[in-house]
């Protein structure tokens, strides 16, 4: 079965960095882009970025561009998520979510929704 | 860009359907076939409840329905029960950049 296994909770101090990690089960890893999305205390859901497990290729939500490095690891089907500069604002739950695909006689494509969730990483940043 | 809008909370007695909104623009919402919406109950990671607008994964109850009109995008839910009590989050593919807009957010109470 399909398994996303997050990190666990980091406490950060203001203009360090984090770095959080998500394992990947029960699939293909190359096959399945990844997304990172965070959620703050009592807010929303925020996209982050996405990243091609395949190829390394990424793409972020322009509020993070300058801060925000996704990268991965094929041999261990492991994405990871850094995040720098960290203020008390990005104090939040990072989740990571499977790209769901659909598959034709061309090969395969993204779908453009989450199908599977990692349980979130706490990250905590505080002086 | 900013987040789709949703309503803060609606609420519903047992056996009622109610329907929660979600409206972008014509650059998401309106632009693609590719909303789709999730349950997050507390303390736990959202789950994925309809996609491409309309479509029900398998083990989602038919309860659960999703629409679109224009710019913006519905999910109804049939026959409210307690255990449907949760948050509930539309999101939108947004184009360049792949990237993925979602809602507020939208707080269900069963009464």
């Known amino acids: 079965q399909v398994q996303l296994v997050q990190s666990g909770a980091e406490v950060k101090k203001p203009g360090a960095s984090v770095k959080v990690s998500c394992k990947a089960s029960g699939y293909t890893f190359t096959e399945y882009y990844m997304h990172w999305v965070r959620q703050a205390p009592g807010q929303g859901l925020e996209w982050m970025g996405i990243?091609?497990?395949?190829?390394?290729?990424?793409s972020y939500a322009q509020k993070f561009q300058d801060r925000v490095t996704m990268t991965r690891d094929a041999s261990t089907s492991t994405v990871y998520l850094e995040l720098s500069s960290l203020r008390s604002e990005d104090t939040a739950v990072y989740y990571c979510?499977?790209?769901?695909?659909?598959?034709?006689?061309?090969?395969?494509?993204?779908?453009?929704?989450?199908?599977?969730w990692g349980q979130g990483n706490l990250v905590t940043v505080s002086s | 860009q900013s987040a789709l809008t949703q309503p803060a909370s609606v609420s519903g007695s047992p056996g009622q359907s109610l329907t929660i909104s979600c409206t972008g623009t014509t650059s998401d919402v309106g632009a693609y076939n590719l909303v789709s919406w999730y349950q997050q109950l507390p303390d736990k990671a959202p789950k994925l409840m309809i996609f491409e607008v309309s479509k029900r994964p398998s083990g989602v109850s038919n309860r659960f329905s999703g629409s679109k009109s224009g710019n913006t995008a519905s999910l109804t839910i049939s026959g409210l029960q307690a255990e449907d009590e949760a948050d509930y989050y539309c999101?939108?593919?947004?184009?360049?950049?792949?990237?993925?807009?979602f809602g507020g957010g939208t707080k269900l109470t069963v009464l």
């Open positions: 979510a499977r790209d769901a695909i659909y598959s034709d006689s061309t090969g395969n494509h993204r779908s453009y929704f989450f199908d599977y």
């Open positions: 999101c939108s593919y947004a184009g360049t950049g792949s990237r993925m807009l």
């Open positions: 990243i091609n497990p395949s190829g390394g290729g990424t």
